[in-house]
Structures are given as C-alpha cells and as structure tokens.
C-alpha cells in the first residue's frame, strides 16, 4: 500500500500514541485487534496469539479499556476483549495501523512511545 505522499505525525495521532498506545505492548495489541475487527478474545487467546506473557498482556488490555480502545464482553465468566463500535475509535486505529507501514512514521511513532515511557532508576 503505498501513499502518495508519506504519512505525517498529525495531532490526532500524537495524541494517540502518546496516551492511548503509550507502549510496545499496547501497539502489539492495537494491531492484532486490528487485523481482525470482529475477534473477540481472552486475555489468554490475545497472549498466544501476540506471544506476549500474560501477566503484561492482562494489563495492557484493561490499560485499553480504559483509553477506550478496546471494549470488554463478560459473559458465564469469561471476559473477552474485542473493538468497540465507537466509528472514531476504530478510524484512528486504521489511521494508526496504516501509517506505520511508512517506516518514517514508524520510526517517530517509535520515538514517541519511549518518550511516552517513564523510564526511573
């Protein structure tokens, strides 16, 4: 997929990286819900299925809850994460999701997120 113009850090965008995907893992998760829009998944499902631990895959989930990024389902017992239905939500995700096949966003967006760390000794 190629632009024909590279993709810019807009604002809306910095705002999501810096407060709503403000971590590596959380990028890992945005993508894979991306790349699925109707998965609904167990922080289980969501730890296989990115190769992350659960222990961090539990907490960034529910950090996207929070931020709205992604909705939660409980049902008998079993909480599963999925996409909302907020239209906003899901473009700034697309937006996110295609901008970083650039890799010049991709290396801002890289910069923003350690930023967006807090890093303590």
Known sequence: MMNA????MTPDLLEFIQNRVCS???WDLVHYFSNSPTRKETAEGV???TGRDIATVEVELEALVV???LAV???DGIRRYKLPKDKATRQMMSDFI???Y???FRIE??????NSMNFSS
């Open 5 to 8: 113009s590279p993709p810019t």
């Open 24 to 26: 590596f893992a959380r």
């Open 47 to 49: 730890a296989k299925g």
């Open 67 to 69: 931020a709205k990024i």
């Open 73 to 75: 389902e409980d049902k």
């Open 98 to 100: 295609e901008a970083c």
């Open 102 to 104: 650039d890799r010049h």
């Open 109 to 114: 967006a890289i910069q923003v997120v350690i």
